[in-house]
C-alpha cells in the first residue's frame, strides 16, 4: 500500500519528483503522530529534522520577552526546519502544534543517504529546496522594506507616529497642538 497522500504529494519539496521517487524519499522518513499544544522544538534548539505535515496545523513563532511573534500557520501539504537539512545551526523559531499532527519526519543522516544512493532525487530535492528558500528570501526581502517604510514615517511625519502610536498602544497619543 502506498504511502503517498495527496497532502503529501503535494508538499513543494516533492514537486519535481516522480511517484516512485517520492515513495523512495517517504522510506527514508519516520511517521509521528503528536496531540495538539505540543511543542516540538523552540528557537535556539539543536535539531536535525525537517517536518513534512501530513495531518493537522502547526504555528511557528519567536518569542522576545513577553511577546510572541507568530511567523506563519501551516497546514497539510506544507513543511518545516528544512533549514536543519542544510546547515549546522540551531532553530531559527520554535514550532507548536495547534491540532492533532501526523508528520513524516526526515533526519539530515537520511537526508544526506537520499542524495548519496539516489543522486537524481537528492538534486530534485535540492532544486525544490533551493526554489522555495528563494522565495522565502523574496517575501522577507519585501517584508523589511515595508518595515522600514513604515519606521522611516514614523520618525520623518509626526502626524503619522501619533497615529501609529495610538492604534498600537491603545491609548492616546499627545496632540501635535500641545
Known amino acids: 500500500m502506498s504511502m503517498?497522500?495527496?497532502?503529501?504529494?503535494?508538499i513543494h519539496l516533492f514537486k519535481h519528483l516522480k511517484k516512485d521517487e517520492l515513495e523512495k524519499v517517504l522510506t527514508q522518513c519516520k511517521e509521528k503522530k503528536v496531540p495538539k499544544d505540543t511543542v516540538l522544538f523552540k528557537e535556539g534548539s539543536v535539531s536535525d529534522d525537517v517536518y513534512l505535515i501530513a495531518e493537522g496545523r502547526v504555528e511557528v513563532f519567536l518569542t522576545r520577552g513577553d511577546v510572541i511573534v507568530l511567523l506563519a500557520e501551516?497546514?497539510?501539504?506544507?513543511?518545516?526546519?528544512?533549514?536543519?537539512?542544510?546547515?549546522?545551526?540551531?532553530?531559527?523559531?520554535?514550532?507548536?502544534?495547534?491540532?492533532?499532527?501526523?508528520?513524516?519526519?526526515?533526519?539530515?543522516?537520511?537526508f544526506k543517504t537520499i542524495i548519496k544512493n539516489e543522486p537524481a532525487i537528492g538534486?530534485?530535492?535540492?532544486?525544490?529546496?533551493?526554489?522555495?528558500?528563494?522565495?522565502?528570501?523574496?517575501?522577507?526581502?519585501?517584508?523589511?522594506?515595508?518595515?522600514?517604510?513604515?519606521?522611516?514615517?514614523?520618525?520623518?511625519?509626526?502626524?503619522f507616529r501619533r497615529l501609529y502610536i495610538l492604534a498600537h498602544k491603545g491609548e492616546s497619543a499627545p496632540s501635535s497642538n500641545g
Open 4 to 10: 503517498i497522500t495527496p497532502e503529501l504529494k503535494a
Open 74 to 110: 501551516l497546514g497539510p501539504s506544507s513543511f518545516f526546519g528544512e533549514m536543519a537539512l542544510l546547515t549546522e545551526r540551531t532553530r531559527s523559531a520554535s514550532v507548536k502544534t495547534v491540532t492533532d499532527c501526523r508528520f513524516f519526519v526526515m533526519t539530515k543522516a537520511k
Open 123 to 159: 538534486v530534485k530535492l535540492l532544486l525544490a529546496l533551493s526554489e522555495i528558500l528563494s522565495q522565502r528570501i523574496a517575501m522577507t526581502n519585501r517584508n523589511l522594506e515595508t518595515y522600514f517604510l513604515i519606521s522611516k514615517a514614523i520618525v520623518d511625519n509626526e502626524e
